[in-house]
């Protein structure tokens, strides 16, 4: 397991913007923001318990392949990878 080291200046920085943002009110009635901390992978396990979309990805496979927002959105017209 990696730990994630972080200077006394950076968990000050990190416990105001949680401040700041947390349990704030959203646009929805009675909704509130909340602050996660979701890795890079989590495309994988939402992806795998998620049903098909509208988009065409099958029910069970990864929201996307990486930091992209969709799956394969990462590529230009032609199919080059960016």
Do not use: W
């Not at 349990?23 to 495309?43: D, Q």
Request: glycine fraction near 10%; hydrophobic fraction near 35%; include cysteine.
């Amino acid at each position: 397991m990696t730990m994630i080291m972080r200077t006394v200046s950076q968990q000050a920085h990190y416990n105001d913007l949680f401040d700041a943002i947390d349990g704030k009110p959203n646009i929805k009635e009675g909704g509130k923001y909340h602050m996660n901390m979701l890795s890079l992978t989590c495309h994988f396990y939402f992806g795998a318990v998620l049903g098909a979309t509208p988009n065409g990805r099958f029910a069970g496979k990864p929201i996307s392949d990486g930091t992209a927002l969709r799956l394969r959105r990462d590529v230009i017209p032609t199919g080059r990878r960016l």
